[in-house]
């Protein structure tokens, strides 16, 4: 099936509401697009240089995402789909009951209408939701979450609980995106449509959302998203998370302070010691 074809059947049995379900050629359209975002040849969002964030939302694949949940049926599903490569002379250890000590099974996982691209190291536990698309040379650490429809670019590290939110509904909203070369933190949280720009480096545990002012000091600027805009983190920003005092009422009587992201530096030499990958570990 040719794209605009496909956009337009996708298109078609999403706006049919509940008669798409069991109607065999909603099925095969929704098959479609699965295969198509799995080689990467579609996306839920696509860099795009005439858009003011660099990024266009591709609705209709969203639909079509939404579609396969609306279509599908509960099924059990067989255990251990995915297949394991490693240096061999790591192997996986076996133990004995005798051993005495308790493995609880579990793992990652990768779902179909992932994107996943060749070189990306995915270290358990960790999950790539549908509709995700992580480039060249990425590492997803133990832990992490890409959620659904969440663009992550190249050699991007997601470090050890690095959570990237998903943005499915609604259709037009922008999935979160990280640029190329940006590391994330550990225990960083990346929510509701920011998009991270190349080379920026989030610190361990810093927390970015729609409503979250980041502050520059280096611009002196207090970065927000806007109604039609979502927050932005420049290119090669390094952002810690800081903590602001509350100025007014009783967040002030109280001495309260409020998480506050700052952004302390943009990277420089030190910045890219700190964030030097061992290769050996790929
Ligand atoms: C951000 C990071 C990369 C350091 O970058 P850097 O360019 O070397 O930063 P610097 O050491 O020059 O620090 C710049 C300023 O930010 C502050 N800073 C640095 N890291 C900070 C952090 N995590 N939290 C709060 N402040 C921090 C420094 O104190 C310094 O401020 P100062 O000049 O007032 O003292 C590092 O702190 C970090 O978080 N690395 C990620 C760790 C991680 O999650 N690893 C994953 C393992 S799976």
Redesign the pocket.
């Known amino acids: 099936m040719i794209l605009n074809q496909l956009q337009e059947a996708i298109e078609r049995h999403f706006a049919a509401g509940p008669s798409s379900i069991g109607d065999p050629s909603s099925m095969t359209a929704f098959l479609a697009l699965r295969a198509a975002l799995e080689t990467g040849e579609v996306r839920a969002a696509s860099p795009d240089p005439a858009s003011p964030t660099g990024w266009r939302v591709n609705a209709w694949v969203k639909q079509g995402i939404l579609l396969g949940f609306r279509i599908g049926t509960l099924k059990e599903l067989p255990a251990g789909g995915l297949s394991y490569i490693d240096k061999h002379t790591y192997p996986i250890r076996h133990f004995a009951v005798g051993d005495g000590i308790r493995v609880v099974p579990g793992g990652s996982s990768v779902r179909a209408g992932a994107y996943v691209a060749r070189g990306v190291v995915c270290m358990p536990p960790m999950y790539i939701n549908a509709g995700a698309y992580v480039d060249e040379g990425t590492m997803v650490?133990?832990h992490a979450l890409v959620g659904s429809c969440a663009q992550i670019g190249k050699r991007v590290?997601l470090?050890?609980a690095a959570q990237i939110g998903g943005v499915l509904e609604p259709v037009n909203a922008s999935p979160v995106v990280i640029e190329d070369d940006v590391?994330v933190?550990?225990?960083?949280g990346v929510y509701e449509g920011t998009i991270v720009r190349k080379g920026a480096?989030?610190?361990?545990?810093t927390i970015l959302t729609r409503g979250t002012p980041v502050f520059d000091l280096v611009n002196g600027a207090v970065l927000r998203a806007s109604a039609d805009t979502p927050l932005i983190i420049p290119e090669n920003a390094?952002?810690?998370?800081?903590s602001r005092a509350v100025s007014k009422g009783k967040g002030q009587e109280w001495g309260l302070s409020l998480y506050a992201p700052?952004i302390?530096?943009y990277?420089?030499d030190?910045?890219d010691?700190?964030?030097t990958l061992e290769d050996l570990l790929r």
């Open positions: 650490d133990s590290h470090s050890a590391l933190g550990g225990n960083s480096v989030l610190a361990a545990g390094v952002v810690v998370p800081g700052v302390v530096k990277r420089d030190k910045t010691l700190s964030t």
